[in-house]
């Protein structure tokens, strides 16, 4: 059984701290919003992953808001295990810009970063994230479009072997690819697939685009979460009945009250809490739900 959300008051909470919020888009995901920082747009996926941010963008504004994606996510003890997440945004335009789009480690994309056809590889660079004293290296692969046959309608394929040279990543765009992993358990969960694409800049630019990457983790302050309505969806569709909800929700670092059993409503208080579920239980389990 599909989970029923009842979240215009909370789309209400979000727009008072300065968020645009969308959830149940047309576009068939479950969750759609646009933050302005990337820490809005951590706390619109939720807690259980983070985001990392670029403090180094070549000097280039961002070109509008952060697109915020979730989908089906599902969640044990607040580390994201499945579903679909996404946020990104552009900085720049036309001749120069970077493109930054990133996705929770245990999802996969809620919208497919693009892959062009002239790409081929460049190299590979160890990247060092976190602050100083503690970083640690993860390596990320550079690519560049310099295979510009492929723009024929009848190209071949790139021959085997071929590789772009770092001039090529301004000349023809580039794209570098990387998993980021914080710098220790105490600022985890924060494995995240990051994708960056440039147009206009140099390799060295690229590169240290990602080495200037900083973890950025949400915060139970904004509802509903992108991992809210994921965790809806679990209690519901998978039938939990009320204990077992209620386990599940203060594993995962929320509360849960039951709002109504066999459609008929029990008293609640109306105060407003961005870390609780309200449930509705028929038969023993739980079949609606609500957040705030």
């Known amino acids: 059984m599909k989970v029923r959300t009842v979240v215009a008051a909370a789309a209400s909470a979000a727009l008072a701290v300065g968020l645009t919020a969308a959830p149940a888009s047309a576009s068939g995901t479950d969750f759609e ?13 939720g807690t259980a992953g983070s985001l990392w941010r670029p403090a180094y963008a070549a000097g280039l504004p961002k070109a509008g808001l952060i697109d915020v994606l979730g989908d089906g996510i ?8 499945g579903g679909s997440t996404f946020a990104g945004v552009t900085y720049g335009s036309g001749g120069e810009s970077l493109s930054v789009a990133e996705r929770w480690a245990g999802t996969s994309w809620a919208a497919e970063p693009p892959t062009d056809i002239r790409r081929a590889l460049v190299g590979r660079e160890t990247i060092m994230l976190g602050d100083p004293g503690t970083q640690i290296p993860v390596t990320a692969t550079i690519y560049a479009n310099c295979y510009t046959e492929a723009l024929s309608g009848d190209a071949p394929p790139p021959p085997k072997g071929l590789r772009c040279t770092p001039a090529d990543v301004k000349t023809y765009g580039g794209t570098l690819v990387m998993t980021a992993t914080p710098p220790s358990t105490m600022t985890a969960p924060g ?49 939990m009945a009320e204990a077992q909800a209620a386990a599940f929700a203060e594993s995962n670092g929320y509360s849960l009250r039951v709002g109504s059993v066999d459609g008929q409503p029990r008293p609640v208080t109306m105060d407003y809490r961005p870390d609780r579920f309200t449930v509705s239980l028929m038969n023993g389990v739980v079949v609606g739900c609500m957040y705030g």
Not at 33 to 45: D, I, N, R
Not at 74 to 79: I, N, S
Request: glycine fraction near 8%; proline fraction near 3%; charged fraction near 10%.
């Open 33 to 45: 919003a646009q933050a302005s920082s990337w820490s809005q747009a951590a706390s619109f996926l």
């Open 74 to 81: 599902t969640v044990a003890d607040d580390v994201a295990t």
């Open 191 to 239: 494995t995240t697939r990051i994708q960056m694409d440039s147009t206009g800049l140099s390799y060295k630019q690229l590169v240290r685009a990602a080495n200037s990457l900083t973890q950025v983790m949400g915060s139970p302050v904004v509802t509903p979460t992108a991992q809210m309505v994921g965790m809806c969806e679990q209690m519901a569709d998978g039938g």
